[in-house]
């Protein structure tokens, strides 16, 4: 079992630019949350994916979004990147839509450094 | 708004010695709490889940309690070990999303 795979590891872009991230969950889950976590703190609740769709937004604005695919596949797309946006951006599969029993597995992060 | 504390933020122990770290919740009406421990760059990976209607979780060296009415989790870990050296992260569960603190610094010194 591969666990929760994220893709790149590390990237670097441009003020003004767009980024896609890049999640496969664990082997059998079907959620897929995704966290943004700033040097020192801990991770900050982006949104979560269940069949296909936005399940729940944490207070992150509209320049950030997502996509999940048939096979719970997932992309998160930051649009027009802020210096502050730089960040160690986790993805997080579960089962049954984050089932208040399920725990979470996380993945290794893509750190995203805006220039 | 649920706001997660651990403290203390930075500790530094021999090798072998016993320890606790702490970790207080203002919203007692969570799912569940899981324990995490991140490498420096790392992602997370779980150590402990404990549901809401348990007490304590056990795994190995490691010991989690819970005591949802008072808003308190601890990890305990014995005999800790330098490669025990990370930062320890709690984490709530409330609806679809973790709250998390901003972590214990651990350093085991051999």
């Known amino acids: 079992d591969a666990g929760v795979t994220q893709s790149p590891t590390h990237l670097i872009k441009t003020r003004g630019q767009q980024v896609t991230l890049r999640c496969s969950p664990k082997?059998?889950?079907?959620?897929v949350s995704w966290y943004q976590q700033a040097l020192g703190q801990g991770p900050q609740f982006i949104f979560q994916?269940?069949?296909?769709?936005?399940?729940q937004r944490g207070n992150f604005p509209d320049r950030f979004s997502g996509h999940q695919f048939p096979n719970y596949s997932s992309e998160l797309n930051v649009n027009a990147l802020l210096l502050g946006d730089s960040a160690l951006y986790l993805c997080?599969?579960?089962?049954?839509?984050?089932?208040?029993?399920?725990?979470?597995?996380f993945g290794q992060g893509t750190r995203l450094t805006v220039v | 708004k649920q706001e997660v504390t651990q403290i203390p933020a930075a500790l530094s122990v021999p090798e072998g010695e016993n320890l606790v770290l702490n970790c207080s919740f203002t919203?007692?009406?969570?799912?569940?709490l899981q324990w995490f421990r991140q490498d420096p760059g790392k992602g997370l990976t779980s150590l402990l889940l404990?549901?809401?209607?348990?007490r304590e979780q056990t795994s190995g060296r490691l010991n989690a309690s819970l005591d949802k009415s008072s808003g308190r989790s601890t990890l305990y870990i014995a005999a800790s070990q330098p490669g025990d050296s990370a930062t320890y992260l709690c984490?709530?569960?409330?609806?679809?999303?973790?709250?998390f603190g901003t972590g214990t610094s651990l350093t085991v010194i051999p």
């Open positions: 997080a599969s579960s089962l049954a839509g984050g089932a208040v029993n399920t725990e979470a597995f």
């Open positions: 919203d007692s009406a969570i799912y569940n």
């Open positions: 082997s059998g889950h079907d959620t």
């Open positions: 404990i549901q809401s209607s348990q």
């Open positions: 994916y269940y069949e296909e769709e936005e399940r």
């Open positions: 984490a709530v569960k409330t609806g679809n999303q973790f709250y």
